[in-house]
């Protein structure tokens, strides 16, 4: 279990990524550019830091086991958005199957959040 206060930062910038992906969605394709980059940049920082955030608590004490399941699945989901929306943006593969991937994941993430702070 971690206090909210330790997701706070990670949990703002995804925040902003949500905001920013409807935005995006909501202004349609050809996506426009500086939204877009704006959307990508902030979900990078928010990887960041996530990684800092787990370093510090890995480097504080012991380590949970469940610490490890949560770093595994936050990796498998972030490698969904950033493959789902890397190819949305090529037009490669099947268009509303990478979006609803896209639309799914951050639920989960959320979910994750959720479980981390021990509300769940
Ligand atoms: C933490 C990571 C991310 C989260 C939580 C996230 C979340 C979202 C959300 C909620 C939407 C709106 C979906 C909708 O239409 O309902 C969206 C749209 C979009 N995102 Fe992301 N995203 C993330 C990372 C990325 C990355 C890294 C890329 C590009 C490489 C990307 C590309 C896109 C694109 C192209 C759209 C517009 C989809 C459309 O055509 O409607 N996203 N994102």
Known sequence: MYSLSLIL????????????GFWLSCLGKPYH??????????????????GLQFSNWFKSGEVQPEWILQVVLIAIMMIILFASGALMSLDKLDYKLLRLLHRITPVGLVLLG?????LG
Do not use: C, E, R, S
């Open 9 to 20: 930062y990670p949990g703002v910038a995804f925040v902003l990524t949500v905001i920013f």
């Open 33 to 50: 550019q500086v939204v877009f980059n704006i959307h990508k940049l902030i979900a990078l920082a928010a990887v960041v830091l996530v």
């Open 114 to 118: 959720v479980w981390m702070v021990g």
